[in-house]
């Protein structure tokens, strides 16, 4: 194909508005996506399920579709089921689709990879049964496929909306096992009148909570010590609500604490990243344009930092403004016209998240797990292994590698990386931007010799 | 095999023959494979290189790795495939599991 001016990684909410915007502007763009399908985790799937389970799914979901629409463009080069798993300086973007090895060049990147879910190591969480609430929704947009018998763990709206979407399709959750506490709320309250502002989002959570109540699901708050027991599989959810310990008998457990940036591909490049003490998390050094340190390379929606799916449209809108006045498509007058009425909508988008962050805290205990909790799931590290480490002599998330492999396994620390670092930080007392993170390097996703041997390889550089 | 699921599929799709370990199964023609097994009964995808613990899908998205299952020799993410007919899946018994060397 011909070199795209701007390469995108996913086809997510930012990705796809950004090709949008971008393409319109004249760039041609080419977008780079592992799924079969446009949406990203949010909108998954959009365009085949949103005919036959939109009512289940709501509105907010099929909204996707509008997204989807605008990437038949002429100027847009869609390439589903492309795995990307190497990006390097010039920008040479090396991705696996169809079993084959290619790789693309342009000069403008924008990585729009989404979030993660955030690691919630409690006793358990490994065993099969136990879930994402992410993987619950993904279960239930892109298969349709519903848990039975299952139980909701952890705090955050994203709690209510699976829950709803579980009665809507005809499966009530057992319970809601919630980690927020009474005075999370009450801290909360003081963030409430700019969240006004963002009222549409708060009516939307209050009706959720009166679907889950009429539906007669029980709720327990301000829950602790919260654990999963089974031999081969899930079978209860254990926890301290009100001062007595409970148990509910499950076969699913969808687990839950926030969402957090999916930042593998832009520590690959070496961007720099802060530590994000409202979101704990480390969210990459961006300008208001999404432009990160690295020139050329820009990143928008939630690998930006968490903000939802009209926020990364909005700043994946933003970004291709910017790219399109740096290649000469837009005067900056013209690029700042543009943006004005889109930096409007964004405060609006981000009124209630202060008060739906002070409210639905991460679930401390599994911010620092207990000693016997495995931490690392791939390497089976556990809390207590890490805090050894650190008496030992390890100040660093890649120190801990060479002491106990921990990050290692094939995810390669997504699932056990902030977690390492929150351990070793509370350990030594230094911060977490003292700290660190893991060294991420190519390849972010398996690739095998065979798709590697397979590449077609016409970068203006080969010999002819 | 074990048909039994805790799973509910909302609409029943046609299915195809894939074999799991050798033994037959029919699951969803196309559907997601991680899904379609969870909608089959199975719960244990494989066991872990470490403990030989059991594991099962987690994230749905590509990301944790434990869904691992072996295809034509290779170590797949059985969320981020989709099922065909004739599909060999083999659960890796043992360190098979590629490991990221960092």
Redesign the interface.
């Known amino acids: 194909m011909q070199k795209p001016d701007l390469v995108i990684v996913g086809a997510g909410p930012a990705g796809m508005a950004a090709a949008n915007q971008a393409a319109e502007l004249g760039l041609k763009v080419c977008i780079l996506d592992e799924q079969s399908n446009p949406g990203g985790q949010i909108y998954r799937d959009v365009d085949r399920v949103a005919p036959i389970r939109g009512d289940a799914l709501g509105a907010d979901y099929t909204y996707g579709t509008r997204l989807t629409d605008k990437l038949h463009h002429a100027n847009i080069v869609h390439m589903s089921g492309a795995t990307v798993w190497a990006i390097e300086k010039g920008f040479c973007v090396s991705y696996t689709q169809n079993g084959r090895g290619a790789q693309i060049i342009a000069d403008h990147i924008l990585l729009a990879t989404g979030a993660l879910e955030r690691p919630m190591p409690i006793p358990g969480w490994t065993l099969p049964g136990v879930m994402t609430a992410g993987a619950g929704q993904i279960l239930l947009k892109q298969s349709g496929v519903v848990a039975q018998n299952a139980v909701l763990v952890g705090s955050g709206p994203l709690l209510y909306l699976i829950a709803c979407q579980m009665l809507r399709a005809g499966s009530a959750p057992k319970a809601l096992i919630e980690t927020q506490t009474g005075a999370d709320t009450r801290a909360a309250l003081r963030h409430l009148p700019r969240a006004l502002q963002g009222w549409p989002y708060l009516v939307k959570g209050l009706k959720m909570l009166a679907a889950i109540r009429r539906a007669g699901v029980p709720r327990y708050q301000g829950t602790a010590s919260v654990s999963i027991t089974g031999t081969d599989h899930v079978e209860a959810v254990h926890f301290m609500h009100k001062g007595r310990t409970k148990s509910i008998s499950c076969d699913t457990v969808f687990m839950h604490h926030g969402v957090v940036p999916n930042t593998q591909a832009a520590r690959s490049l070496g961007i720099a990243h802060h530590w994000h003490n409202a979101q704990q998390a480390f969210v990459p050094k961006l300008d208001e344009w999404g432009h990160s340190d690295f020139a050329g390379v820009f990143i928008a929606g939630d690998s930006a930092g968490i903000g939802g799916a009209k926020t990364a449209e909005a700043y994946g809108k933003l970004t291709a403004l910017k790219i399109a006045e740096m290649t000469g498509r837009l005067t900056v007058g013209e690029r700042d016209r543009k943006a004005s009425p889109i930096q409007r909508s964004l405060s609006h988008e981000l009124a209630a998240r202060p008060f739906l962050d002070t409210a639905y805290p991460p679930f401390n205990a599994a911010l620092t797990p207990s000693d016997n909790t495995l931490i690392c799931r791939c390497e089976e590290v556990t809390a207590g292994d890490i805090r050894r480490y650190t008496k030992l002599g390890c100040t660093g998330p890649n120190q801990a590698k060479a002491f106990g492999r921990a990050g290692m396994g094939p995810c390669q620390g997504r699932y056990c990386g902030l977690t390492v670092t929150t351990l070793i930080a509370k350990e030594t007392g230094q911060s977490p931007d003292t700290t660190g993170y893991y060294r991420i390097r190519p390849p972010l996703k398996p690739v095998t010799l065979g798709e590697i041997a397979a590449m077609d390889i016409t970068t203006d550089e080969s010999p002819q | 095999m074990k048909t039994a699921s805790?799973?509910?599929?909302?609409?029943r799709e046609p299915r195809v023959e894939v074999t799991l370990d050798g033994e037959k199964l029919c699951l969803p023609d196309g559907?997601?494979l991680a899904?379609?097994l969870?909608?089959a009964g199975v719960?244990?995808?494989r066991k872990?290189p470490?403990?030989d613990?059991?594991?099962?899908?987690?994230?749905?998205?590509?990301?944790?790795?434990?869904c691992?299952v072996e295809i034509d020799g290779?170590?797949r993410q059985a969320c981020?495939l989709?099922v065909r007919a004739g599909l060999a899946i083999i659960r890796l018994p043992d360190a098979q599991?590629?490991?990221?060397?960092?």
Do not use: H, I, K
């Not at chain 2, 599991?97 to 960092?102: G, L, R």
């Open positions: 805790t799973f509910r599929e909302l609409t559907a997601n899904a379609a969870l909608v719960t244990t995808f872990t470490v403990s613990t059991p594991r099962g899908p987690f994230c749905m998205m590509g990301t944790c790795f434990d691992l290779v170590a981020m989709n599991v590629p490991n990221a060397e960092t």
